[in-house]
Structure formats: C-alpha cells, structure tokens
C-alpha cells in the first residue's frame, strides 16, 4: 500500500502562483506514476498532470499547460510528487488530490481508474 498526503494548497489571487507537495509513503514502488488531479464544485474530478519517475516523462492537460509544472520532490529522504502553479485562474478553484499506481498505460494517464492511491486533497482557491 501507498499512503499519500499532499499540502501547499491556499488562496491566491489571479495571476498568482502556489506549489504543491505530494508525499509518499509505504510501498513506493507501486507509485512509479503519480499525477495530480483536481475537483471543482460541482464537477467531475479531472486530470492535471501526469509524471512517471521511471523514465522522466510528464503529460499535462490542455488547460494548464504551459502554466503549471509536474516533478519529483528532490527533498533528502522524500519520495513524492510537486505541482508548480504558476499563472493562477479563478477557474483553478477545486480541490488537489495526488494520485499513483505502479503502471498506468500512455492513453490513461490523466484518468481516474487507473489509479489505486489517492490522497485526502488540498484546496486551492483563486479569486
């Protein structure tokens, strides 16, 4: 099992920027692809962005692209995930939640069934 927990969640204002921090524990080999999700009122919950430590690669969805940026925590005795916001919209509103599986399949990767590990969520609110 994996226990994940993320932070760095708060209010900005338009145009600001935050970073968020996913933590791992556990069994960490099955979490060789983690993403970040995220869950307005009212909505489905969607993928963000997708990182697979293995080989580096990292995928974003079309509406961050560009703004946001996926990596590994480089923090000493750390296995976890970052989420860099940068260009905050009040259309980010929702709730952060980090994700991982061992293997996810290219196709999937910012969908929600392939992953088996899920963390509590962290608001972010811009307005």
């Known amino acids: 099992h994996v226990q994940l927990v993320e932070s760095g969640g708060g209010s900005v204002q338009p145009g600001g920027s935050l970073r968020l921090s996913c933590g791992a524990s556990?069994?960490?080999?099955?979490?060789?692809?983690m993403g970040w999700f995220r869950q307005a009122p009212g909505k489905e919950r969607e993928g963000v962005a997708f990182?697979?430590?293995?080989?580096?690669?990292?995928?974003?969805a079309d509406t961050v692209k560009g703004r946001f940026t996926i990596s590994k925590s480089n923090a000493k005795n750390t296995y976890g995930l970052l989420l860099q916001m940068n260009g905050l919209k009040p259309e980010d509103t929702a709730v952060y939640y980090c994700?991982?599986?061992?293997?996810?399949?290219?196709?999937?990767?910012?969908?929600?069934?392939?992953?088996?590990?899920w963390g509590q969520g962290t608001q972010v609110t811009v307005s």
């Open positions: 994700a991982a599986e061992r293997v996810v399949a290219g196709p999937f990767v910012l969908q929600e069934w392939p992953y088996s590990y």
């Open positions: 990182a697979y430590f293995g080989g580096g690669s990292t995928y974003y």
């Open positions: 556990g069994h960490t080999y099955s979490s060789n692809c």
